[in-house]
């Protein structure tokens, strides 16, 4: 099982700065990785796939990268609406795994 | 717009037997893989199993052996047999449909208590 691990666990930013979230992979996973971000008593929500691709309607502040096993996610300038939990998920291989997420709060 | 709709969620005990749906709608129901990913309360997301538009299937090892996911086409239905039901799966579970790998459509979310 590969296992994906987030840090920080904690990300306190304030509004207008940039946020910067890690995620590793245990195993090389080339670039099949996709990024969620999860509100409270909200489904989450898909944000970036294949490592750097955006989905459809997420702004452009929201930004990924890397490849293997180390990626980046980043969010530019932090609107309030961004305060949420950030889920880097792998889908190169069975089980797919999730890391236990980077909350993003208000600094 | 793709929507998805859980039910069958609710309180049962330790050992017992479950069976949770999800409707689709808004898409080609049979193009789309579809899956089930759990949140226990106050946790992260946990993949539980999948099922491809060939109908292969996936579990997670915490359920393997005890949860059956199928898939009905001519309905638009994805279903997740749960048996031997025990405290730690307690979770909100999440319905999936998605065209290629990574999960761009989810359900609400139905929620599933194991306790006696």
């Known amino acids: 099982e590969i296992v994906m691990t987030h840090s920080p666990a904690t990300l306190p930013v304030s509004p207008g700065e940039r946020a910067t979230l890690s995620c590793r992979a245990s195993?090389?996973?080339?670039?099949?990785l996709a990024w969620y971000q999860q509100k409270p008593g909200q489904a989450p929500r898909l944000l970036i796939y294949g490592a750097s691709t955006r989905a459809t309607g997420v702004p452009a502040r929201f930004s990924g990268s890397g490849s293997g096993t180390e990626f980046t996610l980043t969010i530019s300038s932090l609107q309030s609406e961004d305060f949420a939990v950030y889920y880097c998920q792998q889908y190169y291989s069975w089980p797919r795994t999730f890391g236990h997420g980077t909350k993003v709060e208000v600094k | 717009e793709v929507q998805l709709l859980e039910s069958g969620g609710g309180l049962i005990q330790p050992g017992g037997s479950l069976r949770l749906s999800c409707a689709g709608s808004g898409f080609t129901f049979n193009t789309y893989a579809l899956g089930w990913v759990r949140q226990a309360p106050g946790k992260g997301l946990e993949w539980v199993s999948s099922?491809?538009?060939?109908?292969?299937?996936h579990y997670a090892d915490s359920v393997k052996g005890r949860f059956t996911i199928s898939r009905d086409n001519s309905k638009s239905t994805l279903s997740l047999q749960m048996d031997s039901l025990r405290v730690e799966d307690t979770a909100v579970y999440f319905c999936?449909?998605?065209?290629?790998?990574?999960?761009?459509?989810w359900g609400q979310g139905t929620l599933v208590t194991v306790s006696s």
């Open positions: 195993q090389r996973i080339n670039t099949n």
């Open positions: 099922i491809s538009r060939n109908a292969d299937t």
């Open positions: 999936l449909a998605y065209p290629q790998y990574y999960y761009d459509n």
